[in-house]
């Protein structure tokens, strides 16, 4: 079956760092996204990981372990705006059909 | 990057009526595009994938006939909801993707239904 875990909610302070953890099972694997979906609005592509290990983008990296069906966001720097719901996505293979967990919020605080 | 449009950006309707969602790739040729649902704190999920010029394919527990998809060029897909009723309020978004094997989809804004 298909399944894609990650946690509820997180709360973490401002110029603070956090790791919001996804795991997943998956029938194939295409690859894994990263989103982040401030309320209301249509979510915005922040990181996309195929191979094994760490992807570096500014603020943000994300983590890939196939072999462990494990994948972690890493926010830097925290800062206000940073507040919002990020969520962990898996590409299955053929028709690149991509389930979507349920989504972290994050609370950023002064 | 890759811009989609979605229009109406917001609707209301009342219990009965049908209601047309489009969704466009704005500067590029979209191989498929995908249409989600998603309710207040929850995720999105997938409803159907859309591959210009054939029908949809439609996600379990989706009714297609309900929920009416045409793609008609590689830059325009509409949902279409008929007899729109009060558990059909949602927001709805699409998504367009170039077809390639490591691209990202595209969202668009989303359309929020409100239906009475």
């Known amino acids: 079956g298909q399944n894609i875990d990650q946690p509820t909610e997180m709360t973490a302070t401002e110029g603070a760092i956090v790791q919001i953890n996804c795991t997943y099972q998956?029938?194939?694997?295409?690859?894994l996204f990263w989103y982040q979906q401030h309320a209301g609005e249509a979510p915005t592509f922040l990181s996309y990981?195929?191979?094994?290990g760490l992807e570096e983008k500014g603020r943000f990296s994300s983590f890939l372990s196939r072999s462990k069906g494990y994948s972690y966001l890493l926010l830097k720097e925290l800062q206000m705006k940073d507040s919002a719901s990020y969520l962990c996505?898996?590409?299955?293979?053929?028709?690149?059909?991509?389930?979507f967990g349920a989504g972290t919020r994050l609370f950023v605080k002064a | 990057g890759a811009v989609v449009s979605q229009h109406p950006s917001w609707v209301i309707c009342k219990s009965g009526t049908s209601v047309k969602i489009e969704c466009r790739s704005l500067?590029?040729?979209?191989?498929?595009m995908f249409w989600y649902r998603q309710f207040p704190k929850q995720s999105l999920m997938l409803m159907a994938t859309?591959?210009?010029?054939?029908?949809?394919?439609?996600e379990q527990g989706v009714e297609k006939d309900k929920f009416l998809i045409n793609h008609a060029s590689l830059t325009l897909s509409t949902l279409t909801v008929t007899s729109a009723h009060p558990e059909d309020s949602s927001f709805y978004i699409c998504?367009?993707?170039?077809?390639?094997?490591?691209?990202?989809?595209?969202f668009g804004p989303g359309t929020r239904l409100l239906v009475l």
């Open positions: 998504s367009a993707s170039l077809g390639l094997a490591s691209e990202t989809q595209y």
């Open positions: 998956t029938s194939g694997f295409n690859g």
């Open positions: 990981n195929v191979l094994d």
């Open positions: 996505a898996v590409m299955e293979t053929g028709g690149f059909k991509t389930i």
């Open positions: 500067d590029f040729q979209a191989t498929t």
């Open positions: 859309s591959n210009e010029g054939s029908k949809a394919t439609y």
